[in-house]
């Protein structure tokens, strides 16, 4: 379970493919401290660590997760956010985030507004009972508020501090990102429909 308050800022230095597998060599500041089997949020992904060379860790994703993530868009020099799991004695300053991501969107809309940035992201319609004004969202593994998201579309605003420390300096108008839908309310979705309320 992580909170989608990014830790870290992780560089991609080598990707080796292994059948339908990726392992992912990441380089960061918190790669020294991780220990083999741990689970670590990559870009919203959770991966489990399963190797450890200084300050490099090494995670594999399986055929089903780089199909649903954007982790093939990865390439050496590449930057991910990075989020060690949550203890039971940390406070949960995001929201529950699993690291299980649903799909990708994609960044349709870019603005500074000079002390904050605004981004726009489209989204499948069917997805669109699980978005509620003001709730909460997980791109490329940081939690985020939504702003209006209607009709197939959604937007975010992006504070300085997280612009500066995450990858969304980086992502452009066409680039696809990591999502993950509140958990509570896919939950309540699911309900709702197998009751056949919704």
Known sequence: MFSGIVEALGLVKRIEEEGTNKSFHIESDISSDLY???SVSHNGVCLTVVKIIDNVHVVTAV?????KANLNDLSVGSTVN?????SLSTRLDGHMVQGHVDSTIECIRKEDKDGSWIFGFKYANKDDALLVDKGSICINGVS?????PSDGSLEVTIIPYTYEYTTFKNIQVGDRANVEFDIIG?????YLRKIKIA
């Open 36 to 38: 083999i089997d741990q």
């Open 144 to 148: 985020l508020t939504l702003i209006d």
């Open 63 to 67: 055929e089903e997760t780089l199909i």
């Open 82 to 86: 990075l989020e060690r799991s949550v």
């Open 186 to 190: 896919k939950y309540v979705n699911k």
